[in-house]
């Protein structure tokens, strides 16, 4: 079935660097999202991406999504301790039914 | 959060005994989900449903149960809980817009097996 990759799978940064996680996928995608999960929470939405090449920004969060449409990023400048959580994508399965969700990033900010 | 609760919110059981986790939402929306969470393995898809009566299995199935007999309620039942099912399982809804599908998901059932 479908499957993505995540990485890096831990991060640690100093609060104020930037931080950046991938999702990487065999398989050409038509669409691709990302969810935020704090400690303890529960996985919430952020943004989806469907076109090649595709930027998408929510203040101090770049989404990216790979010409090829089989990749994606996140990217996020001068970290805060907000930050803090589990950045998981999500794709489409073969079947275009349901949601394949990537192992996740999990970013840790030392103040 | 779309109105979805989850109940038992935190469970112990013995291994070989039924457990069943309850899902709940307000607004009527049609696809549910139950998904399992373990570290390195992100959310697993255990069962879905896409109506009242409707449901079909994910990647992750055996040895889980479903039943929607509301639209309103979605119920996972372990048969016979084992340790390797000791887990956080979420339940999310799905929400359809334009070209758009997005999951919201409910607060989660911790479950520990012994």
């Known amino acids: 079935g479908q499957q993505v990759m995540q990485i890096p799978q831990y991060q640690h940064v100093q609060e104020g660097e930037d931080f950046t996680t991938y999702c990487n996928s065999s398989?050409?995608?038509?669409?691709i999202q990302w969810y935020k999960q704090r400690p303890g929470g529960h996985p919430v939405f952020l943004i989806q991406l469907v076109k090649s090449g595709e930027v998408k920004k929510q203040k101090r969060l770049t989404f990216q999504f790979g010409e090829a449409k089989k990749n994606s990023s996140l990217h996020i400048t001068a970290t805060q301790t907000t930050d803090v959580g589990t950045y998981f994508c999500?794709?489409?399965?073969?079947?275009?039914?349901?949601?394949?969700f990537g192992p996740g990033t999990r970013l840790s900010v030392l103040p | 959060d779309a109105g979805i609760t989850q109940s038992p919110r935190h469970k112990v059981t013995e291994t070989g005994t039924p457990v069943t986790l309850r899902c709940h939402q307000t607004?009527?929306?049609?696809?549910m989900y139950w998904y399992r969470q373990d570290p390195g393995h992100g959310l697993r898809l255990i069962h879905y449903s896409y109506g009242v009566k409707d449901t079909d299995k994910g990647e992750v199935s055996d040895g889980y149960s479903v039943s929607r007999s509301k639209t309103e309620d979605f119920l996972l039942t372990l048969e016979s809980a084992t340790s390797s099912q000791t887990s956080v399982y979420f339940c999310a809804i799905s929400v359809r817009a334009d070209t758009q599908e997005t999951q919201y998901f409910g607060p989660g059932t911790r479950l520990l097996v012994l």
């Open positions: 607004e009527n929306h049609r696809y």
């Open positions: 999500a794709v489409t399965d073969n079947y275009g039914q349901n949601f394949v």
């Open positions: 398989t050409t995608l038509s669409n």
